[in-house]
């Protein structure tokens, strides 16, 4: 998980303009094991895709729902964003929050989000994400 962040901050660092830009709401729930899901949309090259978000973490306690904004980095094409994204998070929640996150899929796709939270959890987790456009 480290290794997958840590390159995912390199790719950032050569590549000072983003992809791609991605807007999202999304849920979480949940009592050692969470849920999450949502939609949102994906801006690739004046194009707009609407995009899902389902997925799974674990040692999380609690429901939140998040806004999220995020830069999309390595995606020279839009057929290479569908897939599951790994981050490493550590997040807390009581009643209204932010917070950044960095994440990778398959493909190389590297997000970095920025989410601002309503709700109350805690959440200290690997987890992976699917996005997919619909």
Do not use: C
Request: charged share 15%.
């Amino acid at each position: 998980m480290a290794v997958i962040l840590a390159l995912s901050s390199w790719a950032l660092a050569e590549e000072a303009e983003p992809d791609a830009t991605l807007q999202l709401t999304q849920s979480s729930v949940a009592l050692l094991i969470g849920y999450t899901w949502g939609s949102g949309t994906l801006t690739h090259k004046g194009e707009t895709y609407p995009v899902e978000i389902d997925g799974l973490s674990v040692l999380a306690l609690g429901y939140v729902r998040a806004r999220v904004t995020a830069e999309v980095f390595n995606m020279k094409s839009v057929d290479l964003f569908n897939g599951t994204y790994v981050a490493a998070s550590a997040e807390g929640t009581a009643i209204a929050g932010a917070g950044a996150s960095i994440m990778r899929n398959q493909n190389g796709v590297v997000i970095q989000l920025y989410t601002t939270t309503e709700g109350l959890n805690v959440k200290l987790a690997p987890e992976g994400v699917r996005l997919y456009i619909k």
